[in-house]
């Protein structure tokens, strides 16, 4: 008879997992919480007019293609790829501005007018990130990060200059590069997992070469698409999802051992492992052993702002993704993360889908997907209709001053989420949407364990725990998380 899962949450973590695992011969149950699968990766649609409301940016595709390869599918079969170029494109507050390409001879022309010996800068970065890369997925996401390392590794790991990878992010961007453009261009990535660049290590240069080395994508109709793929390609391998199905407890035997779950309506589910995709911090509380927030402010990581804005009419053609930077970055994250708050000049992504997609809007219009770092406060009473509107105005403001205004009466559809709104509607504390920051070693390199060692049986997935937070990390976990659990069953 073949082993039944349980996964609590249909999040991209718990579709991966259950896919893996049925993909493996296991009979897989998930229960999803709300009304829809997806979680933080999700979609808002209003006339005509449709939304990510989480992802929009995607690195790393060969993760993607690993786990559809698991299940001896192609994801072209599944999923419209669109690669995005210009990878993106940066607008700071004295009027400089300038694209992100992946063309190299683009790239480079753009470096040289920015300064002329960041040519030579970048591809010193581009070296050192390749070693990185190739550390991090020999150790780090290969799940063996406390393996006595190889001698490849070892090698690797002294051609690493000290100064570069140990010491803390944004100091190593300025060791880099001498443009103040180039280095508030690198000291965004350590967002991508919610963190600040005056905290993380430098390891985390890995994130802009990933980027930069892999490009940048996008699936026609949205990346809401992949999630809608995924639910698709369960249903032919009889995975079952119930949907508005929240689990309120993890069972466990007299000798501790999982048993199954109980869900809120006191239906009991019987399982031979469970997979937890919810934060990791709800761990406790799920197997009853504790209540109340459990991720202390201190330790968390970013939330967000966020502004869907269909318009009726499109604005001048632009790059698929622009930040538009603040005055002063430093100020920004202290008052992110040192004094919570919303910053008074916010740093604005913007991503434009409608630039790539014409099935994201009606002819004409287009569809604005707008999203500023904020504190993961959600769950503190802060965010009322004054600090939402007030939040708004900042964005606006900042966006009118980089000369990309949002006329007001070009809006049709308009749809705001505050941190609070994060927090409550995917359960994550204070709407921190990468569980713990990566700040330190210790934030960064040991989060939450895939395997809950005092619970045989039980295992989590997804973004709060190892190897982090964004859609290919996420992806990674839910291998490893697989075969985690493939190797114990047959131990
Ligand atoms: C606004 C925003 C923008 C982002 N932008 C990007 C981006 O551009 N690129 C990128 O790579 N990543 C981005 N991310 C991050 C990315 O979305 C996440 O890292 C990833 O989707 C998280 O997947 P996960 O597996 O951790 O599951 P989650 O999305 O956290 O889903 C977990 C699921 O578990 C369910 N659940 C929890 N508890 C229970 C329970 N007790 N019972 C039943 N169900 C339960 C929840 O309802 C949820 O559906 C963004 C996220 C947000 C919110």
């Excluded at 709104?421 to 709407?431: E, K, N, S, T, Y």
């Amino acid at each position: 008879m073949s082993r039944r899962a349980v996964v609590v949450g249909a999040g991209l973590g718990g579709l991966a997992t259950a896919l893996r695992l049925a993909g493996a011969g296991w009979r897989v149950q998930i229960f999803e919480r709300s009304s829809s699968p997806g979680g933080k990766m999700n979609r808002w649609a209003s006339q005509g007019y449709t939304f990510d409301t989480g992802p929009t940016l995607l690195t790393l595709r060969d993760e993607f293609e690993d786990l559809f390869n698991a299940i001896g599918q192609r994801s072209d079969r599944w999923v419209q790829w669109v690669p995005v170029e210009p990878q993106g494109a940066c607008v700071f507050p004295d009027g400089t501005a300038f694209e992100i390409s992946g063309f190299l001879p683009n790239w480079m022309a753009t470096l040289r007018r920015l300064d002329p010996s960041a040519p030579q800068q970048w591809w010193t970065f581009f070296r050192h990130g390749a070693v990185l890369y190739e550390l991090a997925r020999r150790t780090f996401l290969a799940g063996a990060i406390f393996q006595r390392p190889d001698r490849d590794t070892l090698s690797l790991l002294r051609r690493i200059p000290m100064r570069l990878a140990w010491g803390v992010y944004h100091r190593a961007v300025e060791r880099l590069f001498d443009s103040p453009y180039l280095r508030r261009m690198f000291d965004r990535f350590p967002t991508y997992v919610g963190s600040s660049p005056y905290a993380t290590p430098g390891m985390l240069l890995v994130i802009p070469y990933i980027e930069q080395a892999y490009g940048s994508w996008y699936t026609r109709g949205g990346l809401y698409s992949l999630v809608e793929a995924l639910v698709a390609l369960g249903r032919t391998m009889d995975i079952e999802m119930a949907l508005s199905a929240p689990v309120t407890l993890i069972e466990r035997s007299a000798s501790g051992r999982v048993q199954g779950v109980r869900l809120a309506d006191g239906t009991r589910w019987p399982a031979d492992v469970v997979v937890f995709n919810g934060d990791a911090s709800r761990t406790s509380a799920l197997l009853g052993e504790r209540r109340g927030p459990a991720l202390a402010p201190p330790h968390r990581s970013l939330s967000g702002f966020v502004l869907c804005l269909g318009l009726k009419r499109a604005l001048p053609r632009g790059a698929h993704h622009t930040v538009f930077f603040s005055d002063d970055y430093e100020r920004e994250f202290d008052q992110l993360f040192r004094q919570r708050t919303f910053p008074e000049d916010p740093t604005v992504y913007v991503c434009r889908p409608s630039c790539s997609d014409d099935s994201v809007s009606p002819p004409q219009g287009e569809s604005l997907f707008i999203m500023a770092n904020a504190p993961a406060n959600g769950d503190e009473g802060v965010w009322d209709d004054v600090r939402t509107e007030l939040a708004m105005q900042r964005v606006l403001r900042r966006l009118e001053a980089s000369g990309f205004p949002i006329p007001s009466e070009a809006i049709a559809v308009r749809h705001v989420w505050t941190p609070r709104d994060l927090a409550a509607a995917l359960d994550m504390p204070g709407g921190a949407i990468y569980g713990t920051n990566s700040h330190g070693w210790r934030g960064a390199f040991l989060r939450p364990s895939l395997r809950v060692r005092r619970c045989p049986g039980l295992y989590r997935v997804g973004g709060s725990v190892h190897p982090g937070g964004g859609t290919p990390m996420v992806l990674r976990s839910a291998r490893l998380v697989t075969e985690m659990i493939l190797r114990d069953v047959t131990s």
